[in-house]
């Protein structure tokens, strides 16, 4: 079992930045993909950006591109979100979530474990 627990999330003004973090409970970690998934209130949640197991491929979601880097620590097992630029409409709740195949898709349905959710709110 895979336990993932975000953090970092909170109030920011427009254009600002935060880091968000996800902690994964398993040895394993450098096997699995990891992904940021986003969902704000009255919306279904959508992709946000990927990385690949080993950290050599990543893909984001063409809102975020340029402003959103994703990165991982595999002997921290940790995975992070940089986020710059913020702007009101990535006011979300950020969920990371983990894929045993490692390929870190932009599909929710590829994903088998899913953190609890960090509140990210940008104020204009």
């Known amino acids: 079992q895979v336990q993932l627990v975000e953090s970092g999330g909170g109030l920011a003004q427009a254009g600002g930045s935060l880091r968000l973090s996800c902690a994964a409970s398993v040895r394993t970690f450098s096997r699995f993909g990891m992904a940021w998934f986003r969902q704000a209130p009255g919306k279904e949640r959508e992709f946000v950006a990927a990385?690949?197991?080993?950290?050599?491929?990543?893909v984001y979601a063409d809102s975020v591109k340029g402003r959103f880097t994703i990165s991982r620590d595999n002997a921290k097992s940790t995975a992070y979100l940089q986020v710059n630029s913020l702007k009101p409409e990535d006011t979300a709740v950020y969920y990371c979530?983990?894929?045993?195949?490692?390929?870190?898709?932009?599909?929710?349905?590829?994903?088998?474990?899913w953190g609890q959710g960090t509140q990210v709110t940008v104020s204009s």
């Open positions: 990385v690949s197991y080993r950290g050599g491929s990543t």
């Open positions: 979530a983990a894929d045993s195949y490692g390929l870190g898709s932009k599909f929710t349905h590829d994903y088998e474990y």
